[in-house]
């Protein structure tokens, strides 16, 4: 079982930069990849980055640029730095954890007003 906390979501005006963490517990040893995902109101849960155990990122279209994921085995935490917010990056944020299943947080809200 892996456990996720995420933290560090807000509300700001466009432009502003905010920074989520996602702390992980429990079973990490087995956890490969790492991401994050939003979910605006009336939508589905769509990918905005994800980091692998190795280091690789991907990252949604409409975040390349703007956004930044990393990850620190050390500490078993994910952040995601988010710079230049737009109205359209207002969500839910979920933290995601792969080992042989997916584990999710509980969410943290990000408002971005114009």
């Known amino acids: 079982q892996v456990q996720l906390v995420e933290s560090g979501g807000g509300s700001v005006q466009a432009g502003e930069s905010l920074r989520l963490s996602c702390a992980a517990s429990?079973?990490?040893?087995?956890?490969?990849?790492m991401g994050w995902y939003r979910q605006a109101p009336g939508k589905q849960r769509d990918l905005v980055a994800t980091i692998s155990s190795g280091g690789s990122t991907n990252y949604a279209d409409s975040v390349k640029g703007r956004f930044t994921i990393s990850r620190d085995s050390a500490e078993n935490t994910v952040d995601l730095q988010m710079n230049s917010l737009k109205p359209e990056d207002t969500g839910v944020y979920y933290c995601q954890a792969i080992t042989r299943r997916s584990y999710w947080g509980q969410g943290t809200q990000v408002t971005v007003s114009s």
């Open positions: 429990g079973s990490i040893f087995n956890i490969n990849r």
